[in-house]
Nanobody, 115 residues
Framework: QVQLVESGGGLAQAGGSLRLSCAASGRVLSIDIWRWYRQAPGKQRELVAAITSGGSGNYADSVKGRFTISRDNAKNTVYLQMNSLKPEDTAVYYC?????????WGQGTQVTVSA
């Protein structure tokens, strides 16, 4: 089993920054792809960013140029640096890790951006 623990959420003002972290523990062999999702109240969960084992990142259009995903393979950790935050970024953010054919989820961390 693999456990994912997120941290770094909280309250920020519009234009501010937050950095999310998600650390994997347990029977971690190799994480192929890390992903960050978010879910705002009354909306479906959406993919925000993804990063492959080789370090290639992809982003939703809504966060492109503002968010940066990175990973530290030695620490089995993924990060999401969020800059120029907007009120519409308010959501619960979830990390997701794919290990071989199994997908694991974190518990979620709340990000609230005030206008």
């Amino acid at each position: 089993q693999v456990q994912l623990v997120e941290s770094g959420g909280g309250l920020a003002q519009a234009g501010g920054s937050l950095r999310l972290s998600c650390a994997a523990s347990g029977r971690v062999l190799s994480i192929d792809i890390w992903r960050w999702y978010r879910q705002a109240p009354g909306k479906q969960r959406e993919l925000v960013a993804a990063i492959t084992s080789g370090g290639s990142g992809n982003y939703a259009d809504s966060v492109k140029g503002r968010f940066t995903i990175s990973r530290d393979n030695a620490k089995n950790t993924v990060y999401l640096q969020m800059n120029s935050l907007k009120p519409e970024d308010t959501a619960v953010y979830y990390c997701n890790a794919r290990v071989i054919i199994t997908s694991y989820w974190g518990q979620g961390t709340q990000v609230t951006v005030s206008a």
